[in-house]
């Protein structure tokens, strides 16, 4: 991988597994991204991911996977984008991942380090990630699952938002690098006008003591539905009995 990718995870991104270049040796844990999009093998290895959880409600296994999946490629995705201005191979198509042997995703596998942004354009630099990655699998899963597929964009709008930014502190960050995302999220409707499946995934609240601002997300990931989970930290329901 080019030194200019590595580089980028520290700061914010510290601790985070940065992508490999090149397809994974054969593996019982290692497959391409296209397979996600089987149900043949998605419905195993959700399956596969609940036995950790003692099995659950299957919309809230699908969520709660969909939230480690996500993170690792949306923290790759904005990270090149933002601080590069590089336009990750992340489509499904063109995308490797390696899994932990309960299914979490662990780690992505490029066949390239990107290319430079084709547009600036807010709407037009993060259509690998959003047309060929999180639409095609977010179908999938809701259809699979059974859960609105409002849950799964509320959780890819979640860390959206949360990496767009932790990287206003990152040491290579420039001033605003996060306004791109934030004018993404900031619309309603997309271009073609359709509904923005992104739009304002998190607000802001004032805290209990009105010192603090509380991070809310808009719409819950139905973690509860797995008891031993209950509520997240950011969860908009039963704000006063959230947890981590």
């Given at each position: ?19 490999v ?9 290692t ?18 991911f ?34 590069l ?66 849950v ?9 938002e ?9 040491p ?11 004018e ?38 139905i ?14 329901l ?7």
């Amino acid at each position: 991988m080019p030194p200019a990718l590595t580089t980028l995870y520290l700061g914010p991104l510290e601790g985070l597994l940065p992508p490999v270049l090149g397809v994974p040796p054969d593996g019982p844990y290692t497959l391409p991204a296209w397979k996600l999009l089987s149900p043949s093998y998605l419905t195993p290895l959700l399956e596969r991911f609940t036995l950790q959880y003692g099995r659950g409600d299957r919309r809230a296994v699908a969520s709660l996977w969909s939230k480690w999946h996500f993170s690792s490629v949306i923290s790759a995705a904005l990270a090149a984008n933002l601080l590069l201005e590089r336009d990750l191979p992340l489509g499904l198509d063109d995308l490797h991942l390696e899994l932990t042997p309960e299914g979490q995703t662990r780690r992505l596998w490029l066949h390239h380090a990107g290319k430079p942004l084709a547009s600036q354009d807010a709407f037009t630099r993060f259509s690998t990630l959003i047309e060929g990655h999180l639409t095609p699998l977010i179908t999938t899963l809701a259809q699979l699952s059974g859960a609105s597929p409002k849950v799964f964009w509320s959780n890819a709008g979640n860390y959206f938002e949360h990496f767009a930014e932790a990287l206003q502190a990152h040491p290579l960050a420039e001033a605003d690098v996060a306004e791109p995302a934030r004018e993404l999220m900031a619309n309603r409707h997309l271009p073609d006008g359709r509904r923005n499946p992104l739009f304002q995934p998190v607000r802001y609240l004032q805290g209990t003591h009105g010192t603090k601002t509380e991070r809310r997300r808009r719409l819950c990931c139905i973690r509860y539905l797995m008891p031993e989970l209950g509520y997240c930290g950011n969860c908009p329901l039963n704000q006063g009995k959230c947890r981590h």
